[in-house]
């Protein structure tokens, strides 16, 4: 089981969405993940709402704010690193902090960084909330991918800011992938972006576990999602890019048989 009490620093350890349609949000992950939902106020009007997968927190959602929503924002998700929420190189590195670091009631203190290429992250420094309390397993957070637009400038920015071991794979001579490695444990990768993302910026794109790829993508586009990407078979296991209802890109994992 993949219960989680803590995260090393530099660890992924949340994700949230920030959607254009609560109601659509919560009704497609609901029925894509069998997650349940739990909104609790927040300010004068907004909620957030969390997700929880056999009552493990393993996530969030929140609707945007109305001036988002009139300018025709895409709904995202927003990945969450455990550290030290001033990120005092963010700047150092080529990257830009996004506001000041804030508190977020007693649950924590975060701030919202960019990459040099525009990838935006959320870090997260943990007080009454470490972040999701389950991992790796079905209906939990698995990974997470940069797509990137600069695999040279990314291996520089993250393994300055939160020490990572950048793992560079290639073939015949190109790159193809970067594994990253956080004390020693595998902890995400980046994408070399191509041609077929278009003129798409730089993001961050988190994995879901899956018991079957092909049936998650299925019932993704029987509630109004769409498949961007794959089916893809891969030593690792399966993997599908799926887009919910509002546009925010997500992918769902399934490892391999133990055949």
């Given at each position: ?150 695999s040279e400038a990314a ?34 990768g980046f994408m070399p ?67």
């Open positions: 089981m993949g219960k989680r009490e803590s995260y090393e620093p530099g660890t992924f350890c949340w994700v949230d969405l920030a959607t254009t349609d609560s109601g659509d949000a919560k009704a497609f992950y609901s029925g894509l993940f069998g997650w349940e939902t739990e909104d609790t106020p927040v300010g004068q009007s907004g909620s957030y709402t969390m997700l929880r997968f056999e009552g493990d927190d393993v996530g969030g959602l929140y609707e945007m704010a109305p001036e988002q929503r009139e300018q025709d924002a895409t709904a995202y998700w927003l990945s969450y690193v455990s550290a030290d929420a001033t990120a005092a190189r963010t700047g150092d590195l080529g990257g830009t902090a996004h506001g000041d670091v804030f508190d977020v009631m007693e649950a924590g203190r975060m701030a919202i960084i960019a990459d040099p290429a525009g990838a935006t992250l959320a870090l997260w420094e943990p007080r009454a909330h470490i972040g999701a309390g389950r991992v790796n397993d079905v209906g939990c957070m698995s990974w997470n991918e940069l797509q990137t637009r600069d291996d520089v920015f993250y393994g300055g800011l939160f020490g990572w071991e950048i793992e560079p794979i290639e073939d015949d001579g190109t790159l193809v992938y970067t594994t990253v490695k956080n004390a020693g444990v595998q902890n995400g972006m191509t041609e077929q993302h278009g003129d798409a910026p730089s993001f961050w794109l988190p994995y879901f576990t899956v018991s079957s790829r092909d049936g998650a993508a299925e019932r993704a586009r029987e509630l109004g999602g769409t498949v961007l990407a794959g089916p893809l078979d891969l030593p690792a296991g399966k993997i599908a890019v799926l887009a919910d209802p509002q546009g925010a890109a997500l992918a769902v994992f399934e490892g391999p048989t133990d055949e």
